[in-house]
């Protein structure tokens, strides 16, 4: 994405020359009610543990995408959140439209419920909605690893969503047996060809938006890719898993990661807290640049500094964000004492970027991505060696380094070891 030079483009190109048209991937959603074993099924089949997975109810509140092959095709999978039967704007009510808008954007639709509890109300209510989608739907009857599932297995076929097949994600049974379902299930869709301009040889670049909880970084990420893609709300610590989105800016891939917000480590008691917040550190040890987004009310606190050193150790290349600047008042002299902050409280990371804006109405919002290609650049950055000595020599003729027991030091030369972050290494 963030390269200095600018792809040259050929306009002599043949209009009468066909392009080997390429399909997209099926989207595959894993759907139904709260604690069926929905994230349990998505680390099975995506390989490795993306989601967390906890016995507390409706820990899954976003949607997750990730990479699986399933029905002998690479598929993208889709975790969701357990469907509660909530309307008005309670947050129960948000994550049960998070979970529709992925059945009506999946090709097919894995219904999961608990074959031993059996089938209860909810889930009829919510095969009745999916069986109304008209979406091709393999009906998954989960936590068969005994015989006190038999009786719920029968009972799936009044569901009306086909013949159950008996899985248990736990403990990696029936994988073949929905391997094949899922294949049955693909023949039925018909993938629209993908004629965007993308170049998938292309990474990614990775961007991880952190802060506490509450100061607003899905809101930002919605603002941004121009959708309401992440679950938001008023209450606290809405987001649990990292989240990763990806989108197009200009003509170059980026890859958003949505946090949990990070508290201070004395109040993380809860063991659901404690599994967000290592997502979180894992979502900022694996990014290239790392967004820390403020509320313009209280930014800067220690949390803030503690969030910031973090990035700063792990050599992660930084933006420092406020946000909800359209509540602020008087915006220049607040944003002169931000600066000064910046500079006093942040001494190590000279030159960092400070941007302001509001979020939720998009204010100045198009000063953060540039702001992003700008450090990056700069993370990435490789000096040649004989411009850095030539810089060494300038610099120890105007201030030549102290003396050592009474003898002089002389810097023979220096070189650059590594990017990401750029490193150096000076030789006496």
Avoid at 215 to 222: D, P, R, V
Avoid at 340 to 365: A, D, H, N
Wanted: glycine share 8%.
């Amino acid at each position: 994405m963030m390269d200095n030079s600018t792809d040259e483009f050929d306009d002599s190109f043949d209009n009468d020359q066909e392009l080997e048209p390429t399909l997209r991937k099926a989207i595959v959603a894993i759907v139904g009610r709260p604690n069926v074993g929905k994230s349990t099924l998505f680390n099975r089949l995506a390989g490795k543990r993306l989601a967390i997975v906890n016995d507390t109810p409706g820990v899954t509140r976003d949607r997750r995408e990730a990479p699986a092959r399933l029905g002998g095709e690479g598929v993208i999978i889709v975790d969701t959140a357990g469907f509660e039967d909530a309307e008005g704007e309670r947050l129960e009510a948000r994550m049960r439209a998070q979970t529709e808008s992925a059945v009506h954007a999946a090709d097919v639709v894995l219904f999961v419920y608990d074959a031993r509890i059996g089938v209860t109300g909810l889930d009829e209510i919510f095969a009745d909605f999916i069986r109304k989608t008209g979406k091709p739907t393999v009906l998954v009857a989960n936590k068969c690893e005994s015989r006190a599932s038999d009786t719920g297995v029968g009972e799936g076929y009044s569901l009306g969503l086909g013949d159950p097949i008996e899985v248990a994600a736990e403990h990696n049974i029936g994988t073949l047996e929905l391997d094949d379902a899922v294949n049955v299930a693909l023949r039925s869709v018909n993938l629209s060809l993908d004629d965007s301009d993308i170049d998938t040889s292309v990474a990614p670049v990775r961007i991880a938006v952190v802060g506490r909880p509450n100061a607003g970084k899905s809101t930002l990420i919605n603002t941004l890719i121009g959708q309401d893609r992440l679950l938001v709300g008023p209450e606290a610590g809405v987001t649990r898993d990292s989240i990763t989105i990806d989108w197009l800016w200009e003509g170059r891939r980026v890859q958003f990661h949505d946090t949990a917000g990070m508290r201070k480590k004395a109040r993380v008691q809860e063991t659901l807290e404690k599994l967000s917040v290592g997502e979180t550190l894992r979502a900022i040890k694996f990014a290239q640049v790392v967004v820390l987004l403020m509320d313009a009310e209280g930014a800067f606190d220690k949390q803030d500094m503690q969030i910031a050193d973090l990035c700063y150790r792990e050599g992660r290349a930084m933006v420092l964000a406020v946000t909800k600047w359209d509540l602020v008042k008087d915006k220049s002299e607040r944003a002169k004492m931000l600066r000064e902050k910046v500079e006093r409280l942040l001494p190590q990371m000279r030159g960092i970027p400070l941007i302001m804006f509001s979020g939720l109405t998009g204010k100045s919002i198009n000063r953060l991505l540039p702001a992003i290609e700008r450090v990056q650049i700069d993370w990435s950055a490789k000096v040649k060696t004989s411009d850095l000595n030539a810089w060494l020599s300038e610099k120890t003729q105007r201030h030549p380094p102290p003396a050592a027991n009474g003898r002089a030091v002389r810097l023979k030369y220096i070189s650059q070891t590594k990017t990401r972050p750029p490193t150096f290494v000076v030789k006496s």
